[in-house]
Each structure stands twice: as structure tokens, then as C-alpha cells.
């Protein structure tokens, strides 16, 4: 058996164009050259890499065992609940015809899913949230559009015509900007906005900060920039810090003021604050910890919704709940409407998805299906 040669960071950096291409997954190297036009993605895409892309590696090389132990342990937290909950399944069944179609928030939808607000898509593939739309209305479901998307949201929506959508929302520190921009998704015919409320100050995300920020990147709805600083380039970071951190529920009746349609509290992670919701006159709630990026050791969602269940089962007649975290498979979606979720939300696997664009998106969503029934 031949030796393995270790290649330094600069070496595979200079392997970065259409003739010439190299990938690092797992630590080794691949030679992505002739596989590059082939690509549903579009070879464009795999030829012409972020500048980041460099940095990104060498950086990484840098990472020593210390820093990996601080690498938030608990985003795969979310995921193994799931796997530690089973089904009782009930025999003698008519299975013959089987309907996967609801509605979510009025909206008349294929399946019990959208896609949860996931930003700077571009990161991904070049189409972007634009790729995310397209694959959603082919399929007929939902995306909720982030207000650090890498598109503004006319050029979401535009991207996919006569087709619905719903809208997260950061408040900014500038109230007069959220209004603006309330105003805009308004008029575009969004009807309902996720208010994000579990991130007043971002998390604590070291290994984001150990990776420089490709100081190209912006967003066009929050306005704000990627940059380096002392402390590093997270962007979750860098990127959020328009965000007020003074939002409270008496804010509740300047938004109402700002917006008539629905309102959903996005970020909730207790039976207590899931209460007072339902008493605010909320139209639904996302049990959701930021997919543990925020505040490490928050409970998975799915543990938030049987505390619903034990605890106030009385709220699932006031409103909707939507469950986000962890969900890999149709058979996790179908656990979460089991104990009462209206839905589900999915960000990190569309983010997955959209490196074969809007076809890896249909794809990911047909999977989901079929592995449901």
C-alpha cells in the first residue's frame, strides 16, 4: 500500500479553476475536474469557488484537539431525540389512499413541511434562496424567506410566481427600518411573519469565529456586512448585531401596529412562555432552539412539544405549533404530528440540498416523503 502525501492548504488552493479542479471532504482530495460539468449545480458553480474557499482550509488545518472540544456539542442533541422516540403502530388499517396535503397557516400545502428561514444561502449555490423557491413551488410547499437572506425578498418571490411564502423577521435596533421592511414583504403578499425571539444577542459559536468571514458577503434586506474582527468572523455574529436586544412582550403591540397579518413567535422553548403566547393573541408559535446554535443545552424542540402536551394541552386549540430542530426524515416529521405539531420546519438539510440546486431541492423533498410512507 502506497504512503499517503499530505498536501499543504496552499497547494490544493492553486487547484481552483474549470481544468483544474480539487475538492478536500474528509480530509482528502479529490479531483473534481472532470466531474465539474456534469454537476446539477451547474459547472459554473464548481468552477469558480469563494474566495473564502482558501482560507476556509487553511484555517481549518489550524483547528487543534483543545479547539474542537469547544465546538457546540448540542445541535446533534436535536437530532438523536428523535431517534430515541418509537412508533406504536396500529394494525388493520385501509392504507390504500394516503393524503399528505394540510394547511399550514391557511395556505393549502403538499405536506406538513416548509423550509425554515436559513440565511446567506448564496454560500451554497448561486441561485440561492432563488433555488430554494423554485423547488418549493414545483412541490408546493412553503419557504420562509430570512431577513439575512443573500436575495431580497422581491427577488425570492419574483424567482417563483404566484406562489407563497411566509417572512422571519430580526427587529432591528432602528425601528423605522423593520417597519420599512414590514411594508415591503406587505405589499409583495406575504401574509404572515416569523418574529425571532431566541437570539436577542447571537451565541457563542467558536468554531464559526475560527473561520474568517469573506469580507465580500452582504445582506441586502438587513444591510449588513461581513467582516474580521479581534474576536474572529462568525457571521451569526458579525452579521446580527442590528438585532435589538431590548425586544420584550410589551413590543408585541408596537408590531401589531407595524403588521395585520398573522404573527408566529419563532424561537420558543417552554410550556410557560407557549402559554403566554396563546394569551397574547399569537397566531401560532416555532418550538425551536436555533438548531443549538444560540444558546448551547436549550431542550430539542421535540421535548418542548410533549412538555406542551403534559403541561397545557390546551394551547393546541389556540393556535398553531410548528416544531424546527433535528428533523432528518419523513419518519421524524410524522413523530411530530403524532404528538400535535401543525408542521415542521427544515433549514440545514435544504441548505444541503441546494448544492444540486433547485433540483437537489425537489429531490430532498420527494425523499422525505417517500421515506413517510
Known amino acids: 500500500m502506497s504512503q499517503l502525501k499530505l ?21 482528502q482530495v479529490w479531483d473534481m475536474t472532470d466531474f465539474a460539468p456534469q454537476h446539477p449545480g451547474g459547472a459554473a458553480s464548481e468552477a469558480s469557488p469563494s474566495t473564502a474557499i482558501a482560507s476556509i482550509i487553511a484555517e481549518l488545518q489550524k483547528l487543534s484537539s483543545n479547539t474542537l472540544a469547544t465546538m457546540l456539542p448540542h445541535p446533534t442533541a436535536n437530532k438523536k ?70 436575495f431580497s425578498a422581491e427577488e425570492i418571490v419574483e424567482a417563483a410566481p404566484n406562489h407563497p411564502f411566509f417572512f422571519q423577521l430580526y ?34 459559536r467558536e468554531a464559526d469565529e475560527r473561520v474568517k468571514a469573506d469580507a ?19 457571521l451569526g455574529r458579525i452579521m446580527g448585531s442590528f438585532i435589538d436586544p431590548s425586544l420584550n412582550w410589551e413590543d408585541l403591540k408596537w408590531l401589531r401596529g407595524q403588521w395585520k397579518g398573522r404573527v408566529v413567535l419563532k424561537g420558543v422553548m417552554g ?18 432552539n436555533h438548531g443549538g446554535r444560540n444558546l448551547d443545552t436549550s431542550p430539542p424542540a421535540i421535548l418542548v412539544l410533549l412538555e406542551l402536551q403534559r403541561v397545557c394541552p390546551e394551547v393546541f386549540d389556540k393556535m398553531e405549533i410548528y416544531v424546527d430542530g433535528g ?31 433547485q433540483e437537489g431541492v425537489e429531490h430532498l423533498i420527494d425523499g422525505k416523503t417517500e421515506n413517510a410512507l
Request: hydrophobic residues 40%; charged residues 25%.
Open 216 to 234: 465580500t458577503l452582504s445582506s441586502p434586506m438587513s444591510g449588513e456586512k461581513a467582516v474580521n474582527d479581534k474576536h474572529g468572523g462568525g
Open 327 to 357: 428533523i432528518r426524515r419523513g419518519t421524524d416529521i410524522l413523530k411530530a404530528l403524532c404528538l400535535g405539531a401543525t408542521a415542521v420546519s427544515i433549514g440545514r438539510s435544504f441548505l444541503y440540498a441546494l448544492n444540486y440546486g
Open 81 to 150: 431525540m428523535y431517534n430515541r422516540m418509537w412508533f406504536r403502530p396500529r394494525i388493520l388499517r385501509d392504507v390504500k389512499n394516503v393524503d399528505t396535503s394540510c394547511r399550514i397557516g391557511g395556505i393549502q400545502c403538499s405536506l406538513p413541511l416548509f423550509v425554515a428561514p436559513a440565511a446567506m444561502a448564496r454560500l451554497v449555490h448561486q441561485d440561492g434562496e432563488k433555488g430554494i423557491a423554485k423547488g418549493c413551488k414545483e412541490r408546493n410547499i412553503i419557504q420562509c424567506i430570512s431577513t439575512n437572506a443573500s
Open 271 to 288: 410550556a410557560k412562555d407557549t402559554k403566554r403566547a396563546a394569551k397574547e393573541g399569537l397566531d401560532g408559535v416555532m418550538l425551536s
Open 7 to 27: 498536501l499543504s492548504a496552499e497547494q490544493i488552493a492553486q487547484h481552483n479553476t474549470a481544468k483544474d479542479l480539487w475538492i478536500v471532504i474528509e480530509d
Open 171 to 204: 427587529v432591528n435596533k432602528n425601528r423605522k427600518s423593520s417597519e420599512a421592511l414590514l411594508k415591503r414583504v406587505w405589499d409583495l403578499g406575504i401574509r404572515t411573519i416569523f418574529l425571532t425571539v431566541d437570539a436577542p444577542v447571537a451565541g457563542k
